[in-house]
């Protein structure tokens, strides 16, 4: 069936043609707006007017025409309005604002100490936003939309339900303080999820179309980038490693948040039993004299690595990426000992192997996810 615009609609998209020309190709004319868009020039001017007098654009200079008067240029308007992401983590709580362009202009940390109750975690990251929008100079109203990340399967912008390594505290109660402070709307996702957006956006994850991110840290997860699209699920569970079984001894009875998989495999399985100081430093002095011994905690992250290989063979059978992208404190570590093992482990086991590349953006790529998440639905609200 044929859709018929109306002129509102023809309008509302013509406008965001010419916002989409400003972002992504910098200051431009009206003669050039009119070229780039092949729109008729009174319809450009039209438009224009508009996007002026609400703001969204704005007039930055003469160009550098040489015959006639010079043209006036135009400029999206990267601080009509700004964006908030949040990241909250088991460790520590990161932020970023940013201006509509997605450039960084300011950024905290807190740390997120153990024990501390639901109501602390949520004033502690009220509070970290807070002072971090008003140390910018910028008005809690001049903030677009808030996206916040989780360690926890979202649902329809809600939570699902957490992993019992994830500290409990309320959404419900997180996302109306934050809407109460900055009266807008406070966007919810997985933060591995953002982490395959981060990637996508501003990491090596740009190269490709079809890719799987995996995140293993505290926690281990996955997203899935399929034709350049996050894939979630029908329930927004898509991605859930943690959950995979690679041992028939471990299957379950019955379900359990801490999955099977993730039970052999993660940060607290690994704690128990590599005993001793610092955990990384730690695994890290075991992996670099694995190969003077044969020691238990040698077969014991050996064993980790044939489990993650193993996962990475059934992610590619089922998917056939073009890429694994690993992240994560435990993924970036056991990749450079058994990076060379994992690839053998695919070649003889696939009929077209991916290629393993690992991340780098420092961590970085769940809050850049959460800023461009929210950057993405300031763009697709309709214009005022």
């Known amino acids: ?13 013509n406008r965001k043609m010419i916002l989409t020309h400003l972002r992504f190709k910098g200051d431009l004319s009206r003669a050039d707006l009119t070229r780039e868009t092949r729109m008729s020039f009174p319809a450009v001017s039209s438009n224009i007017k508009h996007l002026l ?22 400029s999206f308007n990267a601080r009509r309005g700004f964006v908030l992401g949040i990241v909250v983590g088991t460790t520590e709580t990161r932020s970023i604002l940013a201006d509509l362009l ?18 602390g975690i949520v004033k502690s990251v009220v509070g970290m936003a807070k002072k971090l929008v008003e140390d910018s100079g910028i008005g809690g109203k001049n903030i677009l939309v808030v996206c916040v990340g989780i360690p926890g399967i979202v649902r329809d912008n ?10 409990d505290f309320s959404l419900s109660d997180l996302r ?39 995140g293993y840290g505290v926690g281990l997860g996955a997203a899935l980038i399929l034709g350049g699209r996050l894939y979630k699920g029908v329930d927004g569970a898509a991605g859930e490693l943690g959950f995979m079984t690679v041992d028939p001894r471990r299957l379950n009875r019955r379900f359990d948040e801490m999955g099977a998989l993730e039970s052999l495999i993660s940060e607290k399985h690994l ?15 075991v992996l670099r004299d694995r190969k003077n011994g044969n020691s ?41 000992h058994f990076g060379e093992s994992w690839e053998t482990m695919l070649s003889s086991h696939l009929p077209f192997p991916p290629e393993i590349v690992y991340s780098k953006i ?10 461009h998440t929210a950057l993405e639905h300031v763009h697709n609200a309709p214009i005022l």
Not at 53 to 74: P, Q
Not at 102 to 113: F, I, M, P, Q, Y
Not at 159 to 167: E, G, K, N, Q, S
């Open 1 to 13: 069936m044929t859709t018929i615009g109306t002129p509102e609609s023809i309008g509302e998209a």
């Open 53 to 74: 007098e609400k703001g969204y654009i704005r007039e930055v200079g003469a160009g550098d025409n040489t015959v006639g008067r010079k043209a006036k240029l135009l």
């Open 102 to 119: 997605g450039n960084s202009l300011a950024t905290a940390v807190r740390a997120t100490k153990a024990g501390t109750s639901g109501a």
């Open 158 to 167: 809600e939570r699902a339900f957490v992993t019992p390594r994830v500290l």
């Open 176 to 214: 109306a303080a934050l809407e109460r402070l900055f009266t807008t709307e406070v966007l919810v996702e997985n933060d591995v999820n953002l982490g395959a957006i981060g990637e996508q956006w501003r990491g090596i994850g740009a190269r490709y179309t079809d890719f799987v991110y995996v």
């Open 271 to 285: 704690k128990s039993s590599l005993p001793g100081g610092d955990f990384m430093t730690e695994m890290v002095h």
């Open 296 to 336: 238990r905690k040698n077969q014991v992250l050996e064993q980790v690595a044939q489990y993650f290989g193993m996962v990475l063979i059934n992610i590619c059978a089922v998917l056939n990426p073009q890429a694994i992208i690993v992240s994560g404190s435990i993924g970036r570590i056991l990749g450079e």
């Open 362 to 371: 420092d961590g970085r790529e769940q809050i850049l996810g959460a800023v």
